[in-house]
Nanobody, 122 residues
Framework: QVQLVESGGGLVQAGGSLRLSCAASGRAASLYDLGWFRQAPGKQREFVAG????????EYAHSVKDRFTISRDNAKNTVYLQMNSLKPEDTAVYYC???????????????WGQGTQVTVSS
């Protein structure tokens, strides 16, 4: 069992920045690949970014590439999402997920956090 706790969401003006954190705990938490997804009202949950535990190789959705950066601190079992140049369309609940294997962009994660709200005002 892996527990995920997100933090760092909030209200920011367009063009601003936020950093989200996701702390993982539980059995072998450090061996899981971690991903960020988001869900806006009335829309499906979508992949934002992910990172492999073994290679630290990141993957990004096209809509956030060059604006968002995912990183992880294995010593703290924490993954971060640095979000720069935020746009109103980035407004959503952001979820952290953990999975042992499979494509980072796929929704079939083993565990999910409770989500953190990000609101970008124009």
């Amino acid at each position: 069992q892996v527990q995920l706790v997100e933090s760092g969401g909030g209200l920011v003006q367009a063009g601003g920045s936020l950093r989200l954190s996701c702390a993982a705990s539980g059995r072998a938490a450090s061996l899981y690949d971690l991903g960020w997804f988001r869900q806006a009202p009335g829309k499906q949950r979508e992949f934002v970014a992910g990172i492999r535990w073994s290679t630290d190789s990141p993957e990004y959705a096209h809509s956030v590439k060059d604006r968002f950066t995912i990183s992880r601190d294995n010593a703290k079992n924490t993954v971060y999402l640095q979000m720069n140049s935020l746009k109103p369309e980035d407004t959503a609940v952001y979820y952290c997920g953990a999975r042992l294997s499979g494509p980072l962009w796929s929704h079939n994660y083993d565990y999910w956090g409770q989500g953190t709200q990000v609101t970008v005002s124009s």
